[in-house]
Every structure is written in C-alpha cells, then in structure tokens.
C-alpha cells in the first residue's frame, strides 16, 4: 500500500509540473451580451431589425435571419439605350412639372461606372415615385450630349433626385457633360443619410451607406456583392443580368428607404437650413418638409 500512495504521489507531482506554464492563461466563458436599449438607439424602425447572435452561441428561440431586399417577382429594368426612347419615357414626368408650375416630382436615382473610368458614369437608374413598379436604366456613357428630357429632369428646382451619396453621382455626371451641366447648374437633392438624420432617425456619425440605411430603416439586407460593386462590364453592348439586377435593386432600394423614412415625425425644436455649396447642390432642409410632401 505504501508503495502504491508513493508512486500516485510521485505521479501526481510531475502532473502538476506540466500545468505550470499555463498559470497565465485564462479561461473566459462567452455568454451573448443582451442587447442593450443604447445600442439600437432611437432608430423607430429599430424593433424590426434582426441582430444576429454571437458566434458559438445558441438559444432555445433562434433569432430569424434578416431578409434580404430583392426584386419582385417577374420585375424587369427598362433599357433605354436611343435619345428617342429616353424622351418617350421621360416626357411624361417632364410635361407634368411644365403645366403646373406649382408640381414636385421625386425621383430616385443611382449611377454605375467602370472601375477603369475616370470621368463620369457609365450608367444611370432612375425610379420616379409616380410608378413605382418602373425602373429606367440608361446607359449614358454613349451619349454625347444629354437629351432634352433627361436634361430637364436633372436641372429641374421642383425635381427632388434622390439617393445615397447622390451629390457625388452628380459631380461625376457634371464633369461627364460640361457643356449642358456646367458649374452654374444646381441640383434640388434629398441625400437619404441627410433626410434621415433630419427626421431622427440616424446620428450625425453614424454610417449612412445605402446597404447600412436599407438595413437600419428598413430591417433588411442589401446584398452588395464586390464583384458587382467594382466591375468593368457596365458598358458592354449588353449588360449582364447580374448587374442589371444590382443597379435596379440599388435605387429601389432608394425610393424604399425614402418612403419609409418619410412616415417618421421630424423632431420638434430641429433646425436646419438649406445647404447651397459651390457647385449648386440644394439639400432638403426641415421647413420645406411640408411642400416636399405635396409632390406629384
């Protein structure tokens, strides 16, 4: 017996020698954080936002995976390729604004450009807010002048173009067609990262992507994939299905957001006034909240 306690001692010593280069580690249990009411913020549309759980994690309840933003079911772009087709889609809008000097138009828009190109874009989306199910792609980068229609649009104080970092579409537009957009044209914008912190619903600081906006306003996922984003396929002859998808998807997403933002009250006592830069941006300022919503 003595012998058997000797070596069980003896064993238990060099067991405990090898633990000794562990004495500074430590072992932490993760456990999912709750979710704190600071972290969600004052975002209205908070609630409906799925966070996801932390790694490694699980729970008798899992939480539902945030849905991602796609098009409707058998909804199709338009291609406009010709200026005859561009007026004939456009006029309409254009005649609106014309016979009433006192109408507003909204117009979503985006822009895409190959990643090789240094001046200008290679295409352009634009939703009006007056049919919602239509989506113009235009693929200006043939164009050498703009037509009338597109023009009148885009120059338009009573056109509200509307989109994520929409002014630096504009910039790359103006250098693209100097001649028609030259710096004494302005721009009547409503950035959706601007609107958003107008109507309280985002912090100054806070990322105002449009992928980040479709996810905080409308508790969705935008897919922005990277092949996607930088692509030097926006000018072929034919544009890819898979880009065309992309594009259209951006500035729905757009008039979405928009619309959503828009049911929001604008805090009371909040003060803004209009931003009128060099370079002629217009940027929506509260006290026009009331006669923007009068639009067509």
């Not at 002048?145 to 597109?150: F, G, Q, R």
């Not at 790359?172 to 001649?179: G, S, V």
């Not at 710096?183 to 992507?209: N, V």
């Not at 880009?243 to 959503?260: G, M, N, P, Q, W």
Request: aromatic share 6%.
């Amino acid at each position: 017996m003595a012998s058997i306690l000797l070596h069980t001692t003896r064993y238990i010593k060099q067991y405990l020698k090898t633990l000794i280069p562990l004495r500074g580690l430590r072992y932490i249990t993760l456990r999912p954080r709750p979710i704190q009411e600071e972290v969600l913020g004052s975002n209205p549309f908070s609630s409906s936002i799925s966070l996801p759980e932390s790694p490694g994690t699980s729970s008798a309840s899992e939480t539902p995976k945030i849905r991602v933003f796609e098009l409707p079911k058998g909804f199709r772009p338009i291609i406009l390729h010709r200026h005859d087709q561009i007026d004939a889609a456009l006029n309409p809008l254009v005649d609106i604004i014309e016979r009433d000097p006192l109408a507003c138009l909204h117009l979503s828009m985006d822009a895409e450009w190959n990643i090789r190109r240094r001046v200008g874009v290679s295409i352009l989306q634009l939703c009006p807010h007056r049919d919602p199910t239509v989506i113009y792609i235009i693929p200006v980068h043939r164009f050498s002048y703009l037509p009338h229609s597109l023009l009148r649009l885009l120059t338009s104080e009573r056109v509200w173009k509307i989109g994520s970092h929409i002014k630096a579409d504009l910039t790359r537009l103006r250098k693209q067609f100097p001649d028609q957009l030259d710096s004494s044209t302005q721009f009547s914008i409503i950035d959706l990262k601007a609107y958003a912190i107008i109507k309280g619903i985002l912090q100054p600081k806070q990322t105002g992507t449009l992928a980040s906006l479709c996810e905080s306003v409308l508790g969705m996922h935008l897919p922005k994939d990277p092949d996607s984003r930088a692509n030097n396929n926006w000018e072929y002859p034919t544009i890819p299905s898979t880009l065309l998808r992309y594009a259209a998807c951006d500035v729905l997403a757009s008039r979405t957001i928009f619309e959503k933002i828009s049911e929001a009250a604008s805090p009371s006592g909040l003060s803004v006034e209009v931003e009128d830069e060099v370079g002629g941006v217009q940027v929506l300022a509260p006290q026009e909240d009331v006669e923007l919503f009068r639009a067509v």
